[in-house]
């Protein structure tokens, strides 16, 4: 199994439209158009789930650097999120309870 990144994409670009592209190349098993939580748009990236990893190899060869619907499509092979990224760091007093004077 190969995951793939899909960068620079167009706002209107679909999942659909994505599938199509990447199944030149090969058995796409799952398409994931990241949206904007609050909106609901597109972010303009996306990744690409495909079953054979020779398959995955040839679709990033063949468009990195393609235009799909007016852009240059930055394609590579998706990098796993590093182990724990993110939250909200140390703590910073979310939650933090206060202690009573003690007079």
Same mark, same amino acid.
């Given at each position: 199994?190969?995951?793939?990144?899909?960068?620079?994409?167009?706002?209107?670009?679909?999942?659909?439209?994505?599938?199509?592209?990447?199944?030149?190349? #090969?058995?796409?098993?799952?398409?994931?158009?990241?949206?904007?939580?609050?909106?609901?748009?597109?972010?303009?990236?996306?990744?690409?789930?495909?079953?054979?990893?020779?398959?995955?190899?040839?679709?990033?060869?063949?468009?990195?650097?393609?235009?799909?619907?007016?852009?240059?499509?930055?394609?590579?092979?998706?990098?796993?999120?590093?182990?724990?990224? #993110?939250?909200?760091?140390?703590?910073?007093?979310?939650?933090?309870?206060?202690?009573?004077?003690?007079?």
């Amino acid at each position: 199994m190969k995951n793939i990144f899909v960068g620079n994409l167009d706002f209107a670009a679909t999942d659909s439209s994505l599938r199509a592209m990447f199944e030149r190349y #090969g058995t796409v098993d799952r398409v994931n158009l990241v949206t904007d939580r609050d909106t609901g748009r597109s972010r303009g990236f996306a990744f690409v789930e495909m079953s054979n990893t020779e398959e995955g190899d040839r679709a990033i060869a063949g468009l990195n650097g393609a235009d799909f619907e007016g852009r240059a499509l930055n394609v590579n092979e998706a990098r796993p999120k590093p182990q724990g990224g #993110g939250g909200r760091g140390n703590g910073g007093g979310f939650g933090r309870q206060r202690r009573e004077p003690r007079w």
